[in-house]
């Protein structure tokens, strides 16, 4: 099993900076696809950016491109979500999510059936 816990959420004004981390933790796969994904009250889950622990490029919805950056320190087992110029409509609980994959041609994207293990989410809220 793979325990992931994120952080770093909080309520910031229009335009502000948060940087959500998310700690692997519980077997030790070889790599990942990790992923951010976000899910606003009465909205359907979002993804927003993902990543490969082993290397490659990255992917972001388009909703968060040029605000957004996924980035990883696999010394810590840690990947981190840096928003900025934060707009109100991104407000919404953020989850981190992971797919065990010893290879990027495993694949993964921004679909939440992609992923096989899941936090608990740290709420963003974004006040105009």
């Known amino acids: 099993q793979v325990q992931l816990v994120e952080s770093g959420g909080g309520s910031v004004q229009e335009g502000g900076s948060l940087r959500l981390s998310c700690a692997r933790s519980?077997?030790?796969?070889?790599?990942?696809?990790m992923a951010w994904f976000r899910q606003a009250p009465g909205k359907e889950r979002e993804g927003v950016a993902t990543?490969?622990?082993?290397?490659?490029?990255?992917l972001y919805a388009d909703s968060v491109k040029g605000r957004f950056t996924i980035s990883q320190d696999n010394t810590k087992n840690t990947v981190y979500l840096q928003m900025n110029s934060l707009e109100p409509k991104d407000t919404a609980m953020y989850y981190c999510a992971a797919h065990p994959c010893p290879s990027f041609r495993c694949g993964a994207g921004l679909l939440a059936s992609q992923y096989e293990y899941w936090g608990q989410g740290t709420q963003v809220t974004v006040s105009s």
């Open positions: 990543l490969y622990t082993g290397g490659g490029g990255v």
């Open positions: 519980g077997y030790a796969y070889s790599s990942y696809y």
